[in-house]
């Protein structure tokens, strides 16, 4: 089992034929992503090779859903046309689509997601600025690197693409049912509360790993999340210990005030129900090996 992405997922790539798109179907691809298809307007009717593979190019998401029965969209467009391309994907209404672009204007997430809303929320977006979602051995929708780590029981959530990576190599050994990395933009489509109820869900996750950043109260919130809902055994780490008060630190989201949203705070709320908190990633690992030793 994995959640929101398995290996009957059919993946078509918004921007293709782009430079960034074109690399990252290619690692798609070699790390067993069923690929069927990618969507530019301007190249609609031609096909590309790929990796060995031949991928035809579709005018809309539309398109591409009707010629392939693809159900994933994996967004490769850049900032300016990202909006479009998301609100097309909604349009469209295929089930997931993954926005990868970084740098997308703060009030262009805003609007994409409330036209979702407004839609009733038929396609589950995950991003922006992100790393998209991988269930190992299954698909890779997005960057992350296909051989990190194996299938196993734990899942991962994560606001940092880099730590996302950094705890499945640490945690290689064990595996992942699936880990998403959902972005640190002050507006995204999934959430830790959304992911851990999922994973809390799926009869093969047994442990979930939450990562986290200073700014906004999105881990405050999945604490009162856990404490409510969540049985499963869950570890956190909270990125940015170091950072001062009063600065916006990469994408954490928000700028931290008093003690809202800092990671002491968060901590604190993690504690408080009983989620064990790592000082650094590698501590957070060992915590979920101990669990993990104990199931």
Known sequence: MAIYLDKNSKIIVQGMTGAEGMKHTTRMLAGGSNIVGGVNPRKAGESV??????????GSVKEAMAATGANVSVIFVPPAFAKAAIIEAIDAEIALAVAITEGIPVHDSA??????????????????????????????AGITPSNIAGKGPIGLVSKSGTLTYQMMFELRDIGFSTAIGIGGDPVIGTTHIDALEAFQNDPETKAIVLIGEIGGDSEEKAA??????????????????????????????????????????????????????????????ALMREIISKL
């Open 49 to 58: 090779d790929i990796a060995g593979k031949s991928l035809p190019v579709f």
């Open 111 to 140: 609007e994409a997601w409330a036209y979702n809303v407004e839609k009733g929320k038929k396609t589950r977006l995950i991003g922006p600025n992100c790393p998209g979602i991988i269930s190992p051995e299954q698909s890779n």
């Open 224 to 285: 009162d999340y856990i404490s409510k809902h969540v049985t499963k055994p869950v570890v956190a780490y909270v990125a940015g210990f170091t950072a001062p008060e009063g600065k916006t630190m990469g994408h954490a989201g928000a700028i931290v005030s008093g003690s809202a949203g800092t990671a002491q705070a968060k901590q604190e709320a993690f504690e408080a129900v009983g989620v064990k908190v790592g000082k650094t990633p590698s501590e957070t690992a």
